[in-house]
Every structure is written in structure tokens, then in C-alpha cells.
């Protein structure tokens, strides 16, 4: 794996022992049919309007990523001034259960891991150490192939729900989970703006986990 057992070893409290057990267990998952290789492969997120959002809102994601800041996960549009450490992950059988969670690198260099999860009381989207993760929803998370471009689409529990909130820092969007379906009844602060998103899938070309 390009990230290798030292990045991953650095996510505390994992040890490489149990990092060899996650990956069995992905493995063990690919050969009964449950995953496919392509989950193991380091990818981006890119960020679109979904076809249900106003027409005068979809133009500002157009370019627009999944980037980590200040262990939150944001949308970066392509109009802002400062670049961000984008999300750069891939799927991986979460400790101790039987879906898989996401991970990604929190900076170039060291290229420590963190899980990716959703805080229940915000319902914003996270990243963190193992013991800060299960403070909130780990996962089950997925993805669906959409025909004919057979693009792959961000699932969480099952579904799409995810939600751009405009920040207050300039091309900057928070990535929230509207998990009860609601808008986000009460968790927007008055006057910010929200787009229903679609988060899709990207290879890294030439850059795989198989080793």
C-alpha cells in the first residue's frame, strides 16, 4: 500500500498488527463480493450541485473539492485564494465492525491517516484519531455507479445526503450530513447559504493502495 504500515501505524491508537487486520478483513471482504478493488485505491473528492439545486447556485462548485481544515471537512471552491490539504483517502474496514469507513492523509508530509465521521450533534462532516471518530457515525460508508459515465457517488448509512453550508471564510463551504432528511432544521445559522451536493469519486492516476 502506497501509504504503507508507518503512516497508518501513526494513527493512534492503531498498531500494525491491527492495521494487518484491517487489511485482511478487506480482503477478506473483495473475495466474498462485499468490496471491490477500486476502494483501496488513494482517490480525491470532487464536489457537485446536485441537479436538484437552484440553477443560479450550481456555477460556484464548478471545480470544487473535498478538502481537511481544522478537523473538519470542507467544500474548497475553485475561486478561493488559499489551497487546502484536499481529501486524499480510500475506503477501509473500520475496527471492530462489519462496513467500511474512510480514511485520508491530513497533510503531505508527515502523511498521517485520519477516519473520516459525522459529528451527531452538528451533523458536519469530521476527520480524526480512532478514539475522536467514535464519538460520532463511523460509517457505513459506500458508493453508488452511476450510469452511462460510470462515475462512482459518496454514500453514507445508504444514501446521499449531503449538504454544502456556507462558511465564513471566503470559497469555503462546511460538508454536513442531513441525516434525518430535515434541511438541517435548526443546525444553519441564520442567512448562510446551503446546496444539496454530490460527492464523486476520483482516482488518483497512477497512484494505487495494492501493492
Given at each position: 500500500m502506497v501509504l504503507g504500515l508507518i503512516s497508518l501505524a501513526a494513527m493512534v491508537p492503531l498498531t500494525a498488527t491491527s492495521v494487518l487486520s484491517?487489511?485482511?478483513?478487506?480482503?477478506?471482504?473483495?473475495?466474498?463480493?462485499?468490496?471491490?478493488?477500486?476502494k483501496t485505491?488513494?482517490?480525491?473528492?470532487?464536489?457537485?450541485?446536485s441537479n436538484r439545486?437552484?440553477?443560479?447556485?450550481?456555477?460556484l462548485?464548478?471545480?470544487?473539492?473535498?478538502?481537511?481544515?481544522?478537523?473538519?471537512?470542507?467544500?474548497?471552491?475553485?475561486?478561493?485564494?488559499?489551497?487546502r490539504h484536499p481529501f486524499t483517502g480510500y475506503f477501509l474496514a473500520y475496527p471492530d465492525s462489519d462496513y467500511d469507513g474512510l480514511v485520508s492523509t491530513i497533510s503531505k508530509e508527515p502523511p498521517q491517516l485520519n477516519w473520516i465521521f459525522l459529528d451527531t450533534s452538528s451533523l458536519?462532516?469530521?476527520?480524526?484519531?480512532?478514539?475522536?471518530?467514535?464519538?460520532?457515525?463511523?460509517?457505513?460508508?459506500g458508493a453508488v455507479m452511476v450510469a452511462p459515465s460510470e462515475e462512482r457517488r459518496i454514500l453514507l448509512e445508504g444514501w446521499e445526503g449531503f449538504i454544502a453550508v456556507e462558511s465564513n471564510q471566503p470559497g469555503l463551504w462546511g460538508l454536513y450530513f442531513d441525516r434525518y432528511?430535515?434541511?438541517?432544521?435548526?443546525?444553519?445559522?441564520?442567512?448562510?447559504?446551503?446546496?444539496?451536493l454530490e460527492l464523486v469519486h476520483e482516482d488518483i492516476e497512477g497512484d494505487s493502495q495494492q501493492s
Open positions: 484491517l487489511q485482511s478483513q478487506a480482503e477478506t471482504r473483495r473475495n466474498q463480493g462485499v468490496d471491490n478493488a477500486w485505491n488513494k482517490s480525491h473528492l470532487r464536489a457537485r450541485a439545486t437552484p440553477e443560479n447556485r450550481k456555477p462548485f464548478d471545480g470544487s473539492k473535498v478538502v481537511l481544515h481544522d478537523g473538519l471537512l470542507y467544500v474548497e471552491l475553485q475561486s478561493s485564494a488559499v489551497k458536519q462532516i469530521r476527520h480524526g484519531l480512532r478514539t475522536e471518530a467514535e464519538t460520532g457515525i463511523t460509517g457505513p460508508f432528511d430535515d434541511a438541517l432544521k435548526g443546525r444553519v445559522p441564520e442567512g448562510r447559504r446551503t446546496v444539496e
